[in-house]
């Protein structure tokens, strides 16, 4: 908070400072500064958090349904009607609305990303309007899943009538820190629910990306976009522990035609801890428009976040004043009432926190 003065505004206090951003260097004297660094795998993840639902909202779940069971290849778990939840976020009432989990069919419940298909309600708008918004607004953009043949893939979702941003592109990364190379092809279509996806596969013999027998394996991980990447890893290190353990830079036009970009867009992208199942975008442009996630609009809407101390986590987040948006969780492949709270992210995403099965 910057104090004021008879003189006017004066510049702020020390303590209002953030140490890593701002540092007074005068001549002759040495000081240590603070900085970012990547953490090893071992010892990114303390809490072992990990992806494992995706929360779509649509206003025609039978459409989502079909779309993610017929043309992705997926099975439904449960189709409900929610009751009395626990989970009211931000006072937005769930009950009464159809509730659908699905997942895929050759994959253990311990590693398999579920997608949730929730009711949206009468007249609901869409989280992130279309085609205003773009990678450049930050927040929670897409679902990630693979599959075996690009050009297979494409033509299913084609012949199904899925939206798509762009026909699939070929990209390449040599990822150092990975000891590794990233040789793909993708393309961004989208659910019935106004959901943004990401479908790759893998050119490279030796990176095994799809783990199922159908064309498809389902959604991995989510990106999430921002204009500055480092007040979402102080989120993602303050709540969880988990710590940045790699990055990368684009400047490939034919990635930014897949996924919508301006053209000549530059970002730098990376993974959030091992395992996470999460890689943040830092976006290298102007002005963005951050579009909150909310329960109550279409789209890609919530991502369920397990861990293995439920309240350590909570513990973590009192010590570094992250308010909880509400207790509770809904119900999910594992549990129908699962112990769990709601947060918000540092660009307005939403994350369901719960218990990691003994």
């Not at 459409?63 to 006072?91: E, H």
């Not at 390449?172 to 793909?184: A, E, K």
């Not at 996924?259 to 395992?275: E, H, I, Q, R, S």
Request: charged fraction near 20%; hydrophobic fraction near 40%; aromatic fraction near 8%.
């Amino acid at each position: 908070m910057v104090s004021e003065s008879k003189f006017g505004r004066r510049s702020a206090k020390k303590s209002d400072v953030d140490s890593k951003e701002e540092t007074v260097i005068l001549p002759g004297i040495a000081r240590e500064v603070v900085g970012e660094s990547f953490a090893k795998l071992a010892d990114s993840n303390p809490l072992e958090t990990k992806l494992i639902t995706f929360t779509t909202v649509s206003s025609d779940v039978d459409a989502s349904i079909s779309f993610y069971r017929d043309v992705i290849g997926m099975t439904v778990q449960s189709d409900t009607i929610l009751g009395n939840s626990p989970a009211i976020i931000q006072d937005v009432a769930l009950s009464g609305r159809r509730h659908v989990l699905l997942s895929m069919p050759e994959s253990g419940w311990n590693d398999s990303q579920v997608v949730r298909i929730l009711e949206a309600p009468p007249g609901a708008g869409p989280i992130r309007p279309r085609p205003e918004s773009g990678p450049n607004d930050p927040g929670l953009l897409v679902m990630e899943g693979g599959t075996r043949d690009g050009a297979e893939s494409y033509h299913a979702l084609a012949s199904a009538n899925t939206p798509m941003i762009s026909p699939p592109r070929y990209y390449y990364f040599r990822n150092t820190m990975w000891g590794t190379d990233v040789d793909s092809m993708s393309y961004a279509p989208f659910g019935p629910g106004g959901e943004q996806l990401f479908i790759t596969a893998s050119i490279r013999s030796d990176q095994k990306l799809v783990h199922s027998k159908g064309v498809h394996n389902g959604f991995g991980s989510a990106s999430i976009t921002a204009l500055d990447q480092r007040p979402v890893n102080a989120f993602f290190e303050k709540a969880f522990g988990v710590k940045r353990t790699s990055q990368m830079e684009c400047y490939q036009e034919n990635v930014n035609e897949l996924v919508g970009a301006p053209a000549g867009t530059y970002f730098l992208w990376g993974n959030l801890g091992a395992d996470v199942g999460i890689e943040i975008w830092e976006m290298k442009a102007e002005s963005g428009i951050v579009y909150p996630c909310s329960l109550d609009k279409t789209g890609l809407a919530m991502l369920t976040l397990r861990v293995n101390d439920l309240e350590k986590c909570r513990a973590m987040c009192a010590k570094a004043s992250i308010e909880l948006v509400s207790e509770g969780a809904l119900p999910n492949v594992f549990d129908d009432e699962p112990a769990g709270f709601i947060l918000r992210g540092a660009v307005g995403e939403l994350f369901e926190v719960v218990q990691a099965q003994a």
